[in-house]
């Protein structure tokens, strides 16, 4: 089977720095894929990794490492509209781009 | 950028009704779409592969005769939820790729998603 499994819940307050983790078991692995989802809308993407290591866009980065099969979305500066589902995805697939999504995170973040 | 249209936002509707939900990339083709569902607090689970003039893919577990799905051109594919029951009330969602942005590592563009309820 695929599993993508991610915490519940997080909560920080404003200006903080918060790390979502993601360990993955798939049958196969094309990238690792973040997605925000804001209740009641649409997810949204935020970061890819094809490889091993950090990728920075403005206050998030994403880090993979495929031998542990693990990942993380950083997310620093933390602000109120931050708050939101976040959900890891991977590829299982080299020929098609159907997505597997993790369990999800939701972050709180409090004044 | 890349959008994707789905219609309609919100359903409401009698058991045993059948429901039509549309997903329409505006402004590109798409070959392949995807439909989700997801229950409140949790993850999106992926349906079914809707394939542009063929069969969809559905995955392990998925009704296929619950949840009919229809590709009929490069931009349309709908999802019909047949004789629907309250427990298929559930948030479902479509998305689907934009070719032009080249490989298949590029991200998946949503619909805004269509809340559906069956009393």
């Known amino acids: 089977g695929q599993s993508l499994e991610q915490p519940s819940e997080v909560t920080a307050v404003e200006g903080a720095i918060v790390q979502i983790n993601c360990t993955y078991q798939?049958?196969?692995?094309?990238?690792l894929s973040w997605y925000q989802q804001h209740d009641g809308g649409a997810p949204t993407f935020l970061s890819y990794n094809a490889l091993d290591g950090l990728e920075e866009t403005g206050r998030f980065s994403s880090f993979l490492s495929r031998s542990d099969s693990y990942g993380y979305l950083l997310l620093q500066e933390l602000q109120m509209k931050d708050s939101a589902s976040y959900f890891c995805a991977v590829r299982p697939s080299y020929n098609t781009d159907k997505l597997i999504f993790g369990t999800g995170t939701r972050l709180q973040v409090f004044p | 950028g890349a959008v994707v249209s789905q219609h309609p936002s919100w359903v409401i509707c009698k058991s045993g009704t059948s429901v039509k939900i549309e997903c329409r990339s505006l402004?590109?083709?798409?070959?392949?779409m995807f439909w989700y569902r997801q229950f409140p607090k949790q993850s999106l689970m992926l349906m079914a592969t809707?394939?542009?003039?063929?069969?969809?893919?559905?995955e392990q577990g998925v009704e296929k005769d619950k949840f009919l799905i229809n590709h009929a051109s490069l931009t349309l594919s709908t999802l019909t939820v047949t004789s629907a029951h309250p427990e298929d009330s559930s948030f479902y969602i479509c998305?689907?790729?934009?070719?032009?942005?080249?490989?298949?590592?590029?991200?998946?563009?949503f619909g805004d998603g269509t809340r559906l309820s069956i009393l």
């Open positions: 809707s394939n542009e003039g063929s069969k969809a893919t559905y």
């Open positions: 402004d590109f083709q798409a070959t392949t």
């Open positions: 798939t049958s196969g692995f094309y990238g």
């Open positions: 998305s689907a790729r934009d070719p032009r942005q080249g490989a298949l590592d590029q991200p998946q563009h």
